[in-house]
């Protein structure tokens, strides 16, 4: 007997189901981008257990015929690709006209579906691959699809489903990525009979990711937009003060497909690389449009990841779109001051209970920079209520040339502003102030030094010795002067005059520490000089707890207004949180 068999159908359809259906969140995807393609404007997705023992979508799109609704079903029908001419044009989209097949193999499917122009409906079952006949039924127009049981005939497959927490939320997550790119859908979520979004049509953007996310989010979003060599970007970028410790806030979208590409995660890093600590990740939502011929789709069972034929322009065109955005916007956090009810304002100012109305991102505020201590000049009652902020012109954020300010605790200062205050953290300010200054300085060729009048030495081993070799270019361009001073010693010789603040031995020794911690993971130069550089900014600035006469507050102020980000230290931790009048008047409840 010969070893060679011809695989049988449903065999095949299960084979291609494990490379497509994953997990119960791989057939809501599916299934939603058919709801998608058959031109919606309204699909609920219903699950129970997480998706194991039911996914249901129902939408409202062209439906099908009886004929259709058979032929969907079987391998290889689609009704996207008719001809070899159409081949060419629209593979590029992955059309497949395998995901129903492949999902009816591994489940019972129950698919009911109406067409606009037909007085009933059809339905069809199949279970597991074994399909009966389309039967008329009672229906509305659109299609209804039934998902029960996914692999229960294959208990290897079951077993790999995770809780229905875990599964549940990837579900969300599917449904999260549609709606972001449909805001005109309306779109609900039901899981275990518990509506988790309802979301109407036409929403913008914004307040779609208010409900998909929270407020806040959407508060702290940046719109920007570029278009350039037939490539057409659309971002809301999120303020450095609302990044996350992963990347999983960052929803790139391709021509209205969610998808993952390390070129363009790489260009988001770099565009947020001035406002961030490097193990924090931006908040962003990125929209990109081009032509379908520029990419390739077919690289990955999902479509989850493109194959571009052009990296370097679509990496190119999103730092720049990003960076000169995020460089040429005050992000500043916007205090959030909420509208008050009457009992509360009183509550508050009666009993003297200071810390109790502390807005939320006054005490996160305070919490952060003075560990352990509460600011009592400063106390907002603040309650849950929905979220205020208030833009600024220029003009109104230009500080008034009379002296309006006060340093409070040696840390913070507190200035007046056109429409209101701004309550600056006196170290993360000239932190950035001193990053904005150094690079500048450094850009034109090397830092100016001055020789130590008495030469500091230090130990140092071999190892530390070579590597200080090896970097001896960025040692010179620092301004910093090394000389063999004895045995496994060293002296610094001379050091850079904008570091002045710093001890030359602390900074040096620190130097050498990072530059040991870099050593072999192959930084680019430029990005290592900007981590030196940020070191350097942070011990040269003015410290929490040093108090400053007038004049030290006044340069502050007016080197805040030339700096470019001036909203957040070189970490991305915010230097300024603004109140407006409006603001206060609204806490006062003078309007
Ligand atoms: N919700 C729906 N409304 C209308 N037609 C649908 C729907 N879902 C599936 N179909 C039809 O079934 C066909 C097969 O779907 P599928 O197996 O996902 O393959 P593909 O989407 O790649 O064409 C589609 O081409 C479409 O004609
Ligand atoms: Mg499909």
Same mark, same amino acid.
Not at 179 to 189: G, H, I, K, S, V
Not at 274 to 283: A, G, K, Q, S, W
Not at 422 to 448: F, K, P, W
Not at 449 to 475: R, V
């Given at each position: 007997?010969?070893?060679?068999?011809?695989?049988?159908?449903?065999?095949?359809?299960?084979?291609?189901?494990?490379?497509?259906?994953?997990?119960?969140?791989?057939?809501?995807?599916?299934?939603?981008?058919?709801?998608?393609?058959?031109?919606?404007?309204?699909?609920?997705?219903?699950?129970?257990?997480?998706?194991?023992?039911?996914?249901?979508?129902?939408?409202?799109?062209?439906?099908?015929?009886?004929?259709?609704?058979?032929?969907?079903?079987?391998?290889?029908?689609?009704?996207?690709?008719?001809?070899?001419?159409?081949?060419?044009?629209?593979?590029?989209?992955?059309?497949?006209?395998?995901?129903?097949?492949?999902?009816?193999?591994?489940?019972?499917?129950?698919?009911?579906?109406?067409?606009?122009?037909?007085?009933?409906?059809?339905?069809?079952?199949?279970?597991?691959?074994?399909?009966?006949?389309?039967?008329?039924?009672?229906?509305?127009?659109?299609?209804?699809?039934?998902?029960?049981?996914?692999?229960?005939?294959?208990?290897?497959?079951?077993?790999?489903?995770?809780?229905?927490?875990?599964?549940?939320?990837?579900?969300?997550?599917?449904?999260?990525?549609?709606?972001?790119?449909?805001?005109?859908?309306?779109?609900?979520?039901?899981?275990?009979?518990?509506?988790?979004?309802?979301?109407?049509?036409?929403?913008?953007?914004?307040?779609?990711?208010?409900?998909?996310?929270? =407020?806040?989010?959407?508060?702290?979003?940046?719109?920007?937009?570029?278009?350039?060599?037939?490539?057409?970007?659309?971002?809301?970028?999120?303020?450095?003060?609302?990044?996350?410790?992963?990347?999983?806030?960052?929803?790139?979208?391709?021509?209205?497909?969610?998808?993952?590409?390390?070129?363009?995660?790489?260009?988001?890093?770099?565009?947020?690389?001035?406002?961030?600590?490097?193990?924090?990740?931006?908040?962003?939502?990125?929209?990109?449009?081009?032509?379908?011929?520029?990419?390739?789709?077919?690289?990955?069972?999902?479509?989850?990841?493109?194959?571009?034929?052009?990296?370097?322009?679509?990496?190119?065109?999103?730092?720049?779109?990003?960076?000169?955005?995020?460089?040429?916007?005050?992000?500043?956090?916007?205090?959030?001051?909420?509208?008050? =009810?009457?009992?509360?304002?009183?509550?508050?100012?009666?009993?003297?209970?200071? =810390?109790?109305?502390?807005?939320?991102?006054?005490?996160?505020?305070?919490?952060?920079?003075?560990?352990?201590?509460?600011?009592?000049?400063?106390?907002?009652?603040?309650?849950?209520?929905?979220?205020?902020?208030?833009?600024?012109?220029?003009?109104?954020?230009?500080?008034?040339?009379?002296?309006?300010?006060?340093?409070?605790?040696?840390?913070?200062?507190?200035?007046?502003?056109?429409?209101?205050?701004?309550?600056?953290?006196?170290?993360?300010?000239?932190?950035?102030?001193?990053?904005?200054?150094?690079?500048?300085?450094?850009?034109?060729?090397?830092?100016?030094?001055?020789?130590?009048?008495?030469?500091?030495?230090?130990?140092?081993?071999?190892?530390?010795?070579?590597?200080?070799?090896?970097?001896?270019?960025?040692?010179?361009?620092?301004?910093?002067?090394?000389?063999?001073?004895?045995?496994?010693?060293?002296?610094?010789?001379?050091?850079?005059?904008?570091?002045?603040?710093?001890?030359?031995?602390?900074?040096?020794?620190?130097?050498?520490?990072?530059?040991?911690?870099?050593?072999?993971?192959?930084?680019?130069?430029?990005?290592?000089?900007?981590?030196?550089?940020?070191?350097?900014?942070?011990?040269?600035?003015?410290?929490?707890?040093?108090?400053?006469?007038?004049?030290?507050?006044?340069?502050?102020?007016?080197?805040?207004?030339?700096?470019?980000?001036?909203?957040?230290?070189?970490?991305?931790?915010?230097?300024?949180?603004?109140?407006?009048?409006?603001?206060?008047?609204?806490?006062?409840?003078?309007?």
């Amino acid at each position: 007997m010969g070893r060679i068999v011809v695989l049988d159908r449903n065999m095949v359809n299960m084979i291609a189901a494990g490379e497509v259906i994953e997990r119960p969140a791989s057939v809501v995807k599916e299934l939603m981008e058919n709801s998608l393609d058959a031109g919606v404007t309204k699909m609920t997705v219903t699950i129970e257990d997480g998706g194991r023992k039911l996914i249901s979508v129902a939408d409202n799109g062209c439906g099908m015929d009886a004929a259709d609704l058979a032929n969907a079903f079987e391998p290889h029908a689609t009704s996207k690709i008719k001809t070899t001419a159409d081949l060419m044009g629209i593979s590029t989209l992955g059309f497949r006209g395998e995901a129903l097949a492949s999902i009816a193999s591994v489940a019972q499917v129950r698919a009911v579906s109406r067409t606009k122009d037909s007085p009933g409906g059809n339905c069809i079952e199949i279970d597991c691959g074994s399909k009966g006949a389309p039967t008329p039924c009672s229906a509305d127009c659109g299609t209804t699809i039934q998902v029960r049981d996914l692999f229960y005939k294959l208990p290897a497959r079951r077993k790999f489903m995770r809780t229905a927490n875990t599964e549940a939320g990837h579900i969300t997550e599917q449904f999260t990525r549609i709606a972001l790119a449909r805001t005109e859908l309306d779109m609900t979520l039901v899981s275990n009979g518990r509506e988790v979004y309802r979301l109407t049509g036409n929403q913008t953007l914004r307040q779609r990711i208010a409900e998909l996310f929270s =407020s806040e989010i959407a508060h702290n979003l940046i719109a920007t937009e570029s278009s350039e060599k037939g490539l057409n970007l659309r971002a809301m970028l999120g303020k450095p003060a609302i990044s996350r410790t992963n990347n999983k806030f960052q929803y790139v979208f391709l021509n209205g497909r969610f998808i993952r590409d390390k070129f363009i995660s790489h260009a988001i890093k770099e565009a947020y690389r001035p406002t961030l600590e490097p193990n924090r990740f931006p908040v962003i939502f990125l929209f990109i449009e081009m032509p379908f011929e520029d990419y390739d789709v077919n690289v990955h069972p999902t479509k989850i990841e493109v194959r571009f034929y052009n990296s370097n322009l679509v990496h190119s065109q999103i730092l720049g779109c990003l960076r000169e955005k995020l460089l040429g916007t005050d992000l500043t956090v916007d205090a959030k001051l909420s509208a008050v =009810s009457a009992g509360s304002v009183a509550s508050t100012a009666g009993s003297g209970d200071r =810390s109790r109305g502390i807005n939320d991102a006054m005490a996160e505020f305070f919490r952060k920079h003075r560990p352990g201590q509460t600011q009592r000049q400063f106390n907002f009652p603040g309650t849950t209520g929905p979220k205020t902020s208030y833009k600024t012109t220029e003009h109104q954020t230009e500080l008034l040339p009379q002296r309006k300010f006060m340093q409070i605790q040696d840390s913070f200062i507190v200035a007046a502003t056109g429409d209101g205050f701004v309550i600056i953290d006196q170290h993360a300010l000239h932190e950035r102030i001193m990053y904005h200054n150094l690079r500048r300085r450094i850009s034109g060729g090397r830092l100016q030094s001055q020789k130590l009048l008495i030469p500091e030495s230090f130990e140092l081993t071999d190892a530390q010795a070579e590597m200080l070799e090896a970097n001896a270019e960025l040692i010179e361009k620092l301004g910093i002067e090394l000389a063999p001073f004895g045995p496994k010693t060293m002296a610094i010789q001379a050091f850079p005059v904008l570091l002045a603040k710093a001890e030359p031995l602390d900074f040096v020794r620190d130097l050498v520490d990072l530059l040991d911690d870099t050593a072999g993971q192959n930084i680019e130069p430029d990005k290592l000089l900007d981590e030196v550089l940020n070191m350097a900014a942070c011990k040269a600035a003015i410290k929490a707890g040093q108090r400053l006469n007038d004049s030290e507050i006044e340069q502050l102020l007016a080197d805040r207004e030339v700096v470019e980000a001036a909203g957040n230290c070189p970490h991305g931790r915010p230097t300024t949180i603004k109140f407006s009048i409006s603001d206060l008047e609204k806490q006062f409840k003078r309007t």
